[in-house]
């Protein structure tokens, strides 16, 4: 079976997002966890930050499908 070049880069990027993606939801989580750990004020932060980096995540995924893959190029 033969690897296809375009293929792998597709697959590439998406698996960045994908990571991107779960990091940052994830780094969110565990910073609020943190925040309210040490401020004694759960589950204030870590409600905040992960709905806020959910959001982030988000963000990041509509600009990546809004942005033209350089395979599509017309």
Known sequence: M???????????????????????IIG????????????GTEPL???VLTLG????AMRILLWALKKPSPDRIS
């Open 45 to 47: 932060f870590t409600v």
């Open 53 to 56: 980096s959910f959001f982030g």
């Open 2 to 24: 033969k690897l296809d070049p375009a293929m792998l880069g597709a697959s590439a990027r998406f698996l960045a997002l994908g990571l991107q993606i779960a990091g940052s």
């Open 28 to 39: 969110g989580l565990l910073l609020g966890w943190y925040a309210d750990q040490y401020l």
